[in-house]
């Protein structure tokens, strides 16, 4: 009786090893297994991320400044003041430059506001450049790229995108005389650069010059202030481009 007593707290004894033996067994494959799926994981997030930052350019994020600002403005226009590249783009853009696009800000922005707005990535827009109501031009998307701004992809795979700043808000979305001048200016610029030889605007869209609500007939942009001088913004442009 004793005897046995003893021998089945031996086999009970044996089992409870074996259990906490098999347990602990069962502890360490699950630990492997999680570990196993978090490198997993990791190594998905980590190569999600290389891909999205994936042919983005090391100088796109904050506005640049010196060397940096100098080497991005002599690769676009030369009648730039200031530069604060978005990550809002395509890398490079898959189309020739053959177009200029028009758009308004729907405000009197500063470009460093512009540039901050474009900086955010869920903001989801940018424009290759702006010109702010007192005639100073910022870059955001490298000619070189596509510049989310028109609604309308095949458009701004081949076009330079514009915002220019309204110094009247609503009705007809006015800009200044010295916000017009320099449009004209830049887009003398922007075609002599891209061998764009005239500027032709058209109202059905068969010119190489045309406007957001064109291509977007859910928006106002660029009002109608611009809209009434697009005829002349070509004239004007092909005024300069006939003297050189
Ligand atoms: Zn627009």
Not at 157 to 176: F, G, K, P, Q
């Amino acid at each position: 009786m004793h005897d046995a007593t003893n021998r089945g707290e031996a086999v009970q004894a044996d089992a409870n090893e074996a259990t906490s033996v098999e347990r602990e067994r069962h502890e360490h494959r699950l630990m492997w297994a999680l570990l196993g799926a978090f490198v997993v994981l990791a190594a998905l997030v980590m190569g999600a991320w290389m891909l999205a930052r994936a042919g983005i350019p090391a100088n796109v994020g904050d506005p640049l400044e010196g060397e940096a600002k100098a080497e991005a403005i002599a690769n676009n226009s030369p009648l730039t003041d200031y530069v604060h590249l978005t990550q809002n783009a395509d890398f490079p853009r898959t189309d020739n430059i053959k177009k200029i696009t028009i758009h308004h800000m729907a405000g009197d922005l500063t470009l460093e506001d512009v540039g901050d707005k474009f900086a955010r990535r869920d903001s989801q827009v940018s424009s290759n450049y702006a010109i702010d109501s007192e005639g100073r031009v910022a870059l955001y998307v490298e000619e070189a790229n596509r510049a989310w701004t028109s609604n309308n992809r095949a458009n701004d795979e081949e076009a330079v995108t514009i915002e220019v700043a309204n110094d009247e808000l609503y009705d007809d979305w006015h800009v200044s005389d010295a916000a017009f001048d320099k449009l004209v200016e830049l887009c003398a610029d922007i075609c002599k650069r891209n061998g764009i030889e005239r500027l032709e605007f058209s109202e059905d869209g068969s010119g190489n010059l045309n406007y957001h609500q064109m291509l977007d007939s859910s928006t106002e942009c660029p009002g109608p202030y611009l809209i009434g001088k697009m005829g002349e913004l070509a004239s004007r442009v092909n005024e300069v481009l006939a003297n050189g």
